[in-house]
Every structure is written in C-alpha cells, then in structure tokens.
C-alpha cells in the first residue's frame, strides 16, 4: 500500500517516477495566467494569518464549505474571526476526499510549510497557529513564497485602465521575478448596460487623456492604454466570454450602436451580439500588430445566484459550466482574422469539457506552421483544473493535435499557495506519458526525447511561445 502524498504521489510506474524527478521536477514556473493581487508583490505582502492566505477569495473552497453545511458567516462574513473561518474550513477537509481540494491543501501544507499531518479538526489548531507563525517571518512574505516554488514570470489579469503602478513599483525595486501585466478588455465590450458602459468609458478617456464622444475615439483610446501596458511588458491579452461572437456587421452600424448605447439607450439582443462581434476582431487584430498572443476564456455561466449576488458580490462561488452552441462562431472568427493574415498566437480555454474534441480539431485548422503550436488547446481550466479534466485535456490534444508543443499549465488563481497546481499538471502528465512506456504504447529507447518533450511541456514550450 503507498503512503498519501510520498514523493512519488501520482506517479504509478517506474518510468513516470523517472520522467517526473529527473524531467519535470526541477523546472521552474511560467505561471502566465493568473489573478494575484500586484500590490501584494510590490508591498512584498505579510500575511497575517493562514486564513488570510488561504480562503480569502478562494471560491473553490467556499462552495465545499457550503456544501458541507457551513453557515456563510464563517466563509465570506465579516463578524467571524480568521480563526473560526479556518476551523470551519478544517471540519470540511476531510469531506473533500475525492476531490482536489483534498490533494491542494495537503500538497500546500507539505510544499509551502513542511506540514505532513493531515487537516482535520484534530490537527487544526496545531496547523492553524504553526503556519500562522511561520507567515509572520519574513521567508514567508509574497516575494519569498515566489521564490520558494522557483516561479520565474506571472502575469497577472489588468483592465486597460488600470495604472499597473505596482508592475512598476516592482520592477523599479529590482525584483527578479517578472511580473507583466495581461491586458483584459472585457468591460469595453460590456454592452448589456447602458450606465455601467459609459460610465467605464469616460473612465477609459481619462485614463487615456483623450476625449472619446464616438466609436473610433474609443479605439483609439483603448490603442493608446495597449501601447502602454506594451511598454509596461505585456504579451499577452486575455478575454472571459459566455460564448464566441461573430455575427456580421458593418463599421457604421457599430458606430451607430455605440452613439446609442453612449447617449442612455440601451441596446437590442442583436446590437449587443454585433458590437462584441466587432471589439472582438478589432481586439484580436491590435493583438495581432503587436505580436501578442490572445487567450480567450470561455463558457461559463456566472452569478447562478441571485440572491447571493446581491448579497456579497461577483466572484464568490456561484457560476457554473455552461453549454453553448459556439463552434460555428468560433471558426468564423478565427477565419475571419486569418482570411486577412492577422490571426496571432491563440490559447483557447474551454469550460465544458464536451467541447474537447471539438477545440483540439479547430486548432488544427488554423494552424499555419510560422510558430510551433501558434494556436493553442488551453490547459484545464477553473472546473477541469484536476487531474481528471487534465488527463483528459491532454488525451484529446493528443490524440487531435501535438502534446510535445503544449505551453502548460498556470495556476489562474489569486493564491500565493497555488504553486504546486504546476507540481500536481507535471505529475499527472509524467505518469499519463510512464504509463504508455511501460505498456509499450510509446517506446522506452525514446526515454531521451520523451524526457525533453516533458521538459519543454512543463516549462520550455511556455518561454519559447510567449517570448519571456
């Protein structure tokens, strides 16, 4: 019987034990897609507790807690203590075997604080006070914790009007790790709502010193942001949409949806569609002038929770996976932009995995053999970021495309802690590749290639694409 999370957890067979430490293990981390908070790094962050760190704004484990049956005053209230909320949190890990919150915390407690007693309520003061102690020290501050898991380059989720003040701060300090801006410009897309879009609109001509009372001033002002996050080091843009959108327009029936949604009017279902069908093209070709590469997030049914909504807000744990008909769309856009050869470097995250067979087959459609891999099968994201929406991801992109130019993983997460989700991709992928070898599905006289290609998917294949 093998012990939980020894040093070789995950790993089944001989040749993936070799694959992992001798390959993977040691590569350092391009986390490229992620949501933590700059000024955490520029203020060099202490964390006051292990609960701070931890459950604040980790929306996976809120909903485990919820569904556990933990009153919402201990998850995301304000009159509970960090040490009730983390008791809470320690009652429900032991309800979440078989999910990966199971494996997450118990890997971060091992990789971030040498813990290897399991979370229960037995161990949760113990942990609680000894990992709240350690957080205090200045080894455990936000750099630190960075350079404890060899993270060499993140780059964070920034809207066009952001300052990015901490991505200089940082960089004016000398950090050695770098921390680059993603230009996220969903909100100057976002048409639902009259007031909500002017209202990010005059935020945008401020930002950008110029006067926007028309279509074409937006752009150019949105140009104007882009060359600055451009000159701040950014390569990469990334958009979080329901579906994709290309439905036909003309340039002045966009301009004339634009003077009606600035004047207070709001907008018809198809003017809606049509509008984000044209920031998505004018988006995807400012992308593709400055040689970025365009990720795009899809499928996922936000804010399911009314009530909760209105309670405490976007982003707590009530969104869900989504079923959309969006292949048709999706080719129609990507044609679209290579029709006039300003179709960039692509990732393409989907969050139904029903849809895996059918991105890992669009990619090959686009592919135009200028760039190894130029448009990409995205990791497992958000709900599929486990070991069984992993292997599968990479199952499918094998089977239809090339896992030896995959890019990998990232930890899309806002969590110091997360690292080790790229420890958890590397021993998933090792054991799926130690797996074929030993059953003779892959020749073991290729062990040399094998091991670089797993080298190159865990780390190299991400430097070389996005230039880092």
Request: one cysteine or more.
């Amino acid at each position: 019987m093998k012990e939980f999370l020894d040093k070789d957890f995950l790993l089944q067979t001989e040749t993936a034990k070799h694959l992992y430490h001798e390959h993977a293990a040691y590569q350092p981390i391009i986390d490229y897609h992620c949501h933590l908070v700059p000024a955490m790094v520029a203020n060099d962050h202490q964390f006051k507790s292990l609960t701070e760190i931890w459950l604040g704004g980790d929306h996976y484990k809120w909903r485990a807690m919820r569904t556990n049956g933990i009153d919402e005053k201990y998850i995301t209230g304000k009159d509970s203590t960090d040490w009730e909320k983390f008791e809470k949190w320690a009652q429900t890990v032991p309800y979440t075997m078989r999910n990966p919150l199971y494996h997450w915390t118990h890997l971060e407690l091992k990789t971030g604080f040498g813990i290897e007693k399991l979370l229960s309520p037995a161990t949760s003061r113990e942990i609680y006070e000894t990992c709240t102690a350690k957080l205090q020290t200045p080894e455990y501050s936000a750099r630190n914790l960075m350079r404890k898991y060899k993270v060499e380059v993140v780059c964070t989720t920034d809207d066009p009007i952001d300052s990015l003040e901490h991505h200089k701060k940082a960089k004016a300090d000398g950090f050695e790790i770098k921390m680059l801006p993603t230009w996220r410009p969903d909100k100057a897309m976002a048409v639902e709502n009259a007031a909500s879009f002017r209202a990010y609109v005059e935020q945008l001509a401020q930002v950008s010193e110029l006067n926007i009372s028309n279509f074409d001033d937006m752009v150019a002002a949105l140009r104007k942001r882009q060359d600055f996050f451009e000159s701040m080091g950014c390569k990469l843009s990334d958009h979080g949409i329901e579906e994709f959108y290309a439905e036909d327009y003309t340039d002045n029936e966009i301009r004339a949806i634009f003077n009606k949604i600035y004047g207070g009017n709001e907008l018809l279902p198809l003017e809606i569609v049509k509008f984000k069908s044209a920031m998505m093209v004018i988006f995807a070709e400012m992308d593709w002038e400055k040689g970025w590469t365009q990720q795009f997030h899809y499928g996922t049914i936000r804010n399911n929770n009314t009530r909760m909504f209105n309670s405490i807000g976007a982003d707590t744990g009530f969104d869900s996976i989504g079923t959309f008909s969006t292949a048709k769309a999706l080719s129609k856009f990507l044609n679209r932009l290579d029709v006039q050869n300003k179709l960039t470097k692509t990732i393409l995250y989907n969050l139904n995995p029903a849809e895996n067979e059918m991105i890992a087959t669009m990619i090959g459609n686009f592919q135009d053999g200028t760039t190894p891999g130029k448009i990409q099968f995205g990791s497992g994201w958000w709900f599929l970021d486990q070991k069984d929406g992993m292997e599968k991801q990479m199952n499918t992109l094998s089977v239809l495309g090339l896992l030896s130019r995959f890019v990998g993983m990232l930890t899309d997460s806002r969590s110091f802690l997360s690292y080790p989700r790229h420890e958890y991709f590397r021993r998933t992928l090792c054991n799926l590749i130690g797996n074929d070898i030993e059953n003779g599905i892959l020749p073991h006289q290729e062990i040399d290639f094998i091991g670089k290609m797993v080298e190159d998917i865990s780390y190299n294949n991400a430097k070389k694409f996005f230039n880092f």
